[in-house]
């Protein structure tokens, strides 16, 4: 036929686009002319898109070529979501006879749009609208399976393959599914696609590749399963077989051909591991997964990116290696909100009554306009400023900022000063931000403390609760130790939060993290803390708005809230905690990254200073966790430290007092962390050009804080390349030792009230 067909193809738009049909290249104009020349079949459809491209709409069309205008929409649909392709062949009529209601589910979940995406699948697969919904309906109660699955409420839980079969095993929780989230929400088309180039290499990498597998190591892979997911029902479903009687020796041959053939023998046992399954004969196995992926992470907050990603990975691993090992994928640990929900009531409910106790009555200052937030800002900003001077600060007209001015003087956000007497006309009232207009939670998760506060839009504490925390404890232990001292930090401030005023929880936990799903991944010094999906965990004792930051960003968060005009332009915040890290300020909003870990600080140094492992990973740096890296310092330079109090928080607070007294071995030891430190930071004023570096964190203390400030001072000015061009302020964070909880909190202020065109954190509840 053309020889550029293929391109013509590869350049389609996306069959869920749905988008009116764009003007046609050159390269297609051309063959659609062609087209129209020749007559036939291609004629009609070649002469509709050539029209539509000049600009006609589709009852012009119709008229002059003498068709219906359904005719005319069906075939500019079919050219915006398929291209040249689409024009080609005539879809076929009616129903299939073959319904991939896997394919039909993993589309429209996926999609931003769930009615388009229904309507834009049904066009494309030759389906009824009715028939898509009526799919979506049977799998929103029961994903097909042989036998029936329990329910919908399902957890991707691992994946097993070997030479001659692969094992889906899922999770499931009965009684009532958890709701989708909003559409746009799942885990990704992006992700799905890498998981399917994956998969292709499936059968054909392992078929005949090696031995048959012994039946033991799927049963060794399902209890192990088991062990890890103890406290929900796992079913394996079997995806394929490359040859069923070397699985299944005692199985009679199925009695015809399918895609879903008997599952795999297990050994039996008294209790099972898990309930066998097989897969409709109706669905090809690699979208039956792509529907199960696409439900779990539209139902389940945990099931994030991150998620199908390392599952994505394990199989691209195993794909290059099939004749080694069985591919064995399992997730981690699914915490406590997997198992069936427990009762919950309202506060105050009585010991022995099985009740929950929640908190809840937040309420969201509904701001009418971005430009509303413009004037906050610029109120927060100034501390107290006229309303001309608001205009002159914004651009906004004299009589944009008055209407504003007066809607939130009425509510409550603002308040006026006295006047002040103007060299000309009438006497000018200044406003400010009324404090108490509004109330948030702090609370920070710490290795050593607990910390929660209760502050005001002025970052005022109004209350403050600490409680010591025990590493070891089980995280259900812990997660409710973080709720109930949020409940009383709440309680402690009850009086002084007006009603309507208090707008949520921000949390602040070491990195790094999975906002999506608010998990905390790899917390330092807290292992029992890996993969737990704390703000998931949260809201079952908190029915108000919650947000989680790494504790650097959220220390940045605040030190931008209370600094005002002192921290009004680009900073990085270097948090001296646990570990070091650093929360960055650019460009008006914190910097959260795609994966928003930004800041991830330790490499950064230990690259600076050219310390990497065997393998050529950056070293973790013993100088990025300040109270373990002083202490070895303290020891190299002769300090006589308690061995008891190496790597403490004592011993840290014991070297620098001795430092600020003038000790030299300690001085030494301070100024050799701070040089370390100073390292990773000169790297960050040179990567992002900034002029403010704040110091800040738990390890930030006085004693130490003149070397820190002298030190890294010096280095940032010194060493980087635009030295002569720019000098680097590095000063004292505003914030004090509850830096990462007063920023926690100030994260919902920043989410409420900072103005932002596209971007950051909204102000949601889970």
């Given at each position: 036929m053309h020889p550029h067909k293929q391109a013509t193809v590869t350049a389609a738009a996306p069959p869920s686009a749905a988008v009116p049909a764009a003007r046609p290249s050159a390269e297609d104009t051309g063959l659609l002319r062609e087209w129209a020349a020749e007559g036939g079949a291609l004629e009609l459809r070649a002469r509709i898109v050539l029209l539509a491209g000049q600009g006609m709409?589709?009852?012009?069309?119709?008229?002059?070529?003498?068709v219906s205008r359904q005719t005319v929409g069906a075939w500019r649909h079919k050219w915006a979501d398929e291209?040249?392709?689409g024009l080609r062949h005539r879809a076929r009529p009616g129903r299939p006879a073959t319904v991939d209601e896997a394919e039909v589910i993993a589309r429209t979940l996926l999609a931003s749009d769930g009615a388009a995406a229904s309507r834009a699948v049904g066009r494309e697969l030759g389906l009824s609208h009715a028939t898509v919904a009526a799919i979506r309906r049977r799998w929103s109660d029961h994903p097909p399976a042989d036998p029936p699955l329990p329910g919908a409420d399902i957890w991707v839980v691992g994946l097993y393959a070997d030479a001659h079969g692969a094992v889906l095993l899922t999770g499931a929780r009965t009684g009532p599914a958890a709701q989708p989230r909003p559409a746009g929400s799942a885990v990704g088309a992006d992700v799905l696609a890498r998981l399917d180039r994956?998969?292709?290499?499936?059968?054909?990498?392992?078929?005949?590749?090696?031995?048959?597998?012994?039946?033991?190591?799927?049963?060794?892979?399902?209890?192990?399963?088991?062990?890890?997911?103890?406290r929900i029902e796992l079913h394996a479903l079997t995806l394929w077989t490359a040859d069923p009687a070397d699985v299944h020796p005692h199985a009679s041959p199925p009695a015809a051909p399918g895609p879903a053939p008997a599952p795999p023998a297990v050994r039996p046992e008294a209790s099972p591991p898990a309930t066998l399954h097989g897969i409709p004969a109706t669905c090809t196995w690699r979208s039956y997964l792509r529907a199960l992926v696409a439900l779990d992470s539209s139902r389940h907050p945990e099931s994030s990116r991150r998620?199908?990603?390392?599952?994505?990975?394990?199989?691209?691993?195993?794909?290059?290696?099939?004749?080694g090992e069985p591919l064995q994928w399992l997730r981690e640990s699914i915490a406590s909100h997997a198992a069936p929900p427990r009762p919950r009531g309202r506060s105050g409910g009585g010991a022995g009554t099985g009740r929950r106790e929640t908190v809840g009555g937040a309420n969201h200052i509904d701001l009418g306009s971005f430009n509303e937030c413009v004037v906050i800002e610029a109120v927060r900003l100034a501390g107290t400023v006229t309303r001309g001077e608001i205009a002159h600060r914004t651009g906004l007209t004299q009589q944009s900022v008055s209407r504003i001015a007066r809607s939130l003087l009425a509510r409550g956000i603002l308040v006026e000063e006295n006047r002040r007497q103007a060299t000309s006309g009438k006497p000018r009232t200044p406003v400010r931000l009324r404090g108490e207009a509004a109330h948030a939670v702090g609370i920070h998760i710490d290795p050593e403390v607990f910390t929660a506060v209760v502050i005001d839009l002025d970052g005022t504490i109004v209350a403050e609760r600490t409680r010591p925390v025990h590493p070891t404890a089980d995280p259900d232990v812990l997660v409710r130790q973080v709720a109930h001292l949020g409940r009383g930090v709440l309680a402690d401030a009850r009086g002084a939060v007006r009603p309507g005023g208090f707008l949520g929880i921000g949390v602040a936990v070491p990195g790094p993290v999975d906002t999506d799903s608010g998990t905390v991944l790899d917390p330092p010094l807290m292992s029992v803390w890996t993969d737990l999906p704390l703000l998931y965990l949260l809201k079952d004792h908190f029915q108000c708005p919650l947000i989680m930051e790494k504790d650097a960003a959220a220390a940045a968060a605040g030190e931008r809230w209370i600094g005002?005009?002192?921290?009004?332009?680009?900073?990085?915040?270097?948090?001296?905690?646990?570990?070091?890290?650093?929360?960055?300020?650019?460009?008006?909003d914190l910097h959260r990254g795609t994966s928003a870990n930004a800041g991830e600080f330790g490499q950064l140094c230990a690259v600076a200073l050219g310390?990497?492992?065997?393998?050529?990973?950056?070293?973790?740096?013993?100088?990025?966790?300040?109270p373990l890296g002083l202490s070895r310092l303290a020891a190299r330079h002769g300090f006589p430290l308690d061995a008891g109090l190496a790597g403490t928080t004592a011993g840290y607070r014991a070297v620098t007092e001795a430092a600020a007294a003038g000790d030299p071995a300690a001085t030494a030891a301070v100024r050799d962390l701070a040089r370390a430190v100073?390292?990773?930071?000169?790297?960050?004023?040179?990567?992002?050009?900034?002029?403010?570096?704040?110091?800040?964190?738990?390890?930030?203390?006085?004693?130490a804080a003149p070397l820190y400030l002298s030190h890294i001072g010096e280095m940032?000015?010194?060493?980087?390349?635009?030295?002569?061009?720019?000098?680097?302020?590095?000063?004292?964070s505003v914030l004090g030792s509850e830096a990462a909880a007063v920023g926690a909190a100030s994260t919902i202020f920043h989410a409420a009230f900072t103005p932002r065109l596209r971007g950051g954190t909204a102000l949601r509840a889970l």
């Open positions: 709409r589709d009852t012009d069309i119709a008229r002059r070529l003498g291209g040249i392709a994956a998969c292709d290499a499936l059968p054909g990498a392992v078929a005949g590749s090696r031995t048959p597998a012994p039946h033991r190591a799927l049963a060794a892979f399902l209890t192990k399963a088991r062990r890890r997911h103890p998620v199908y990603l390392d599952l994505a990975g394990a199989v691209e691993a195993y794909a290059r290696h099939p004749a005002r005009d002192r921290r009004a332009r680009d900073f990085a915040y270097v948090y001296l905690g646990t570990g070091v890290g650093s929360g960055l300020y650019l460009n008006g310390r990497t492992g065997p393998g050529g990973r950056p070293e973790v740096l013993p100088e990025c966790n300040p100073g390292q990773g930071t000169t790297s960050l004023v040179d990567l992002l050009d900034i002029d403010l570096v704040v110091l800040g964190g738990p390890f930030f203390t006085d004693p940032v000015n010194d060493f980087p390349t635009a030295r002569r061009l720019r000098h680097v302020d590095v000063e004292r």
